[in-house]
């Protein structure tokens, strides 16, 4: 690739990537009527951008970290068909957690509120969740909610590592396939408890308003 044509593509890829996270990012907890679209969009335009900058800097995916291609050998066919069930499923869960209304339970704490949710009033305290709860709407809410945003932001580390890539940066630390799913892991955990907080300030604005 020519070093114009480079530059140009480069500040492409990035202009798309700074309207997905402006989509993804822009006040995300408030809800409205676009909400669902502008997140989903915002998804479906990163792994956009993610699968053409992939094409353009290693189209026999011999640079490819993805499972099914370092793993199992797969081509782009499998990688395709991977990324577009991945996702619908994530459309269906920002569906699901925007459609949700959080439940107002008096508590001591964002931990209480949590606990009760899913366990009842007299739940034994515990830090691990070792079993599911039978709240099935809420346990679903919380997960679609906690995958959504871990999946998203680990899916932004390759398209940023391509980026380093075509600018010829060397990082020594930085590894896109170790650090999206890193990244994308401790999102996921932060946002559970972020999504219980809803839950437990709902409780605590209801509660002063009485």
Known sequence: MAAGVQRNFIWFVAGMLLLALCL??????RK?????IRLSAG????????GL???VNTPDLAREWNPLVRVLGFGWEALIIANLVGFVLIVLATWYFGRYEH???????VFDYYMKLFYGENYEPV??????????????????????????????????G???YMLDIDIPWWHSAY?????GAAIALVQCYVWAREGYRKGEEEKWQE
């Open 24 to 29: 993804v990012f822009c006040k995300p907890g």
């Open 32 to 36: 409205s009527s676009y909400r669902f």
């Open 43 to 50: 998804n479906l335009l990163i792994h956009l951008v993610d």
């Open 53 to 55: 900058v992939t094409y």
């Open 103 to 109: 439940v107002s339970i008096p508590s001591k704490n």
């Open 127 to 160: 830090w691990v969740l070792y079993k599911h709860s039978k709240n099935w709407k809420s346990q679903f809410a919380l997960i679609g909610y906690a995958c959504y945003w871990g999946l998203t932001v680990g899916a932004v580390i390759p398209v940023v």
């Open 162 to 164: 391509w980026i380093w």
């Open 179 to 183: 650090l999206s799913a890193g990244m």
